[in-house]
């Protein structure tokens, strides 16, 4: 991959990454007031595992990104 296709990519990465962050600060939020409510949070918090386990996916991929543009 050339140096404009692995910024392009990276770009792209970096753009998930800050979108993933907002999901997950809105998800914790909406279990927090589901539990002020006193609903049942199960399927909320079994979602934000999940959407945790993209964003872990994401970082990653953002790091192996970085590392091939190391000279």
Not at 15 to 20: K, L, R
Not at 34 to 63: H, V, Y
Request: net charge negative; proline share 1%; glycine share 2%.
């Amino acid at each position: 991959m050339d140096q404009t296709a692995l910024f392009d990519e990276l770009r792209r990465i970096e753009s998930d990454v800050v979108e993933g962050e907002r999901r997950l600060a809105e998800q914790e939020a909406l279990i927090v007031d589901l539990k002020r409510q006193g609903q049942d949070t199960a399927k909320a918090e079994a979602e934000l595992e999940r959407m945790r386990q993209d964003q872990r996916r994401r970082d990653q991929d953002r790091q192996r990104l970085l590392s091939r543009m190391q000279p």
